[in-house]
Each structure stands twice: as C-alpha cells, then as structure tokens.
C-alpha cells in the first residue's frame, strides 16, 4: 500500500523558516509528480507547490512564491518544503500528495503553526 | 487561474436518499485531443486528509462505492450520492487538474437530516 508520511511541522515565529519532509513508500517515486497541498484550521484546500517525477519542472502558487522551494530526493524516496519568511496566514496543515494530476494518495499531513 | 466554485455550501439529506452536488469551473477543463474532463472529486471526513473519490469527472477510484457518480463536461460537474449512508457525512471537493494551479472548490459540507 502506498504510503507518504510527513514530518517537520510545528510552532515558528513570523519571519522564521522551517523544513517540511514526505517519506514515501510502495511506489516507483521517481515515475511521479509530487505536490504540496495545504488546509488552514477549519478551511478549504489550497495548492502550494508541486515538482515533477525527475525534480526538473517546479511551481508554485502565487501566494507563496519567492518563499517556499520544494525539492525530492528519488534516491531517498523523499519530497521537501523549504519554507521561508513564514506568516501567520501560512498557518495550516501540509499535505503531501502523489499526483497523476488528480491526487490519489494524501499523507496524513503535518501542521505547520505561525505565530509569536 | 481557473476559479473553481460549488453549490450548495452544505446540504442535509435523509439516509437513503439522493444527495447532489454542483461544481462549476470558471474555464472548461475539457482537453480536446483526448476529450477528457480534468476534474476529480475527494471526500474529507474530521481530522482525515481528503480521500480521492472521481477522477476524469466521472470515473470512480478503486474500492469506492457505486452509490457515489461523477458526470458533466466543459464546465459543470455534478457529484451524486445515490443513497447516502451514515458514513458519507463529509465535506466534498472538486478540484480542476487541467493546468496548475490545480485549483479546488470551497467545499461542500453533507449532514443527515
């Protein structure tokens, strides 16, 4: 069964950085897409960022551009999140989702809270 | 980006009974070398992440119940609940995977009456 799990959540200051980790298992990770999705408490689903099964191809939502940089390990079978210049709207849990454009299989996400 | 809404908010439906969600794409999300619709819906119950449920708007994921169906093309979805158990309270979401960002609905929330 496929599994991603997440990790590197936690309490940071506005202005602070902090590195989200996915560990994912039971697939060829290198043959796919892998994104970042995120949920602010008590809110809809928000894309944040994604990265292309070789890690050539990034994107990035407009609203954290300039601050996050996603990257993957194929050889660790592992995703990242560098994020930088965090704020107090960036509060949320992060999911880690494998892509065949649509997501067919969501870590059980790492929350991520801003705030001093 | 393609704005992606739906209706209702939320809904309250009786066991057993139908339960029909909208969602609507501010651009079509149809490809037309393949004819294919680039909409998927997900169900998320509390404190779970969201659970892939339709994909190519209409083509349900393994393991998933028959009771749930996908239709629609270009810009308006439907996803129906033929007969809503107990365990089909949730919130819904459409979400466009036809160019980045692959944006998502605001959700549809679903209660027994």
């Known amino acids: 069964e496929v599994q991603l799990v997440e990790s590197g959540g936690g309490l940071v200051q506005p202005g602070g950085s902090l590195r989200l980790s996915c560990s994912a298992s039971?697939?060829?990770?290198?043959?796919?897409?892998m994104h970042w999705v995120r949920q602010a408490p008590g809110k809809g689903l928000e894309y944040v960022s994604a990265i292309s099964g070789n890690g050539v191809s990034t994107y990035y939502a407009d609203s954290v551009k300039g601050r996050f940089t996603i990257s993957r390990d194929n050889s660790k079978n592992m995703l990242y999140l560098q994020m930088s210049s965090l704020r107090a709207e960036d509060t949320a849990v992060y999911y880690c989702?494998?892509?065949?454009?649509?997501?067919?299989?969501w870590g059980q996400g790492t929350l991520v809270t801003v705030s001093s | 980006d393609i704005v992606m809404t739906q209706s209702p908010d939320s809904l309250a439906v009786s066991l057993g009974e139908r339960a029909t969600i909208n969602c609507k794409s501010s651009?079509?999300?149809?490809?037309?070398?393949?004819?294919?619709?680039?909409l998927a819906w997900y169900q998320q119950k509390p404190g779970q992440p969201p659970k892939l449920l339709i994909y190519w708007a209409s083509t349900r994921e393994s393991g998933v119940p028959d009771r749930f169906g996908g239709s629609g093309s270009g810009t308006d979805f439907t996803l129906t609940i033929s007969s809503l158990q107990a365990e089909d309270v949730a919130v819904y979401y459409c979400?466009?995977?036809?160019?980045?960002?692959?944006?998502f609905g605001p959700g549809t929330k679903v209660d027994i009456k």
């Open positions: 989702v494998k892509s065949r454009g649509f997501y067919d299989y």
């Open positions: 979400q466009q995977y036809y160019t980045t960002p692959f944006t």
């Open positions: 651009q079509s999300v149809l490809y037309s070398s393949n004819n294919k619709n680039y």
């Open positions: 039971e697939f060829t990770f290198s043959s796919y897409a």
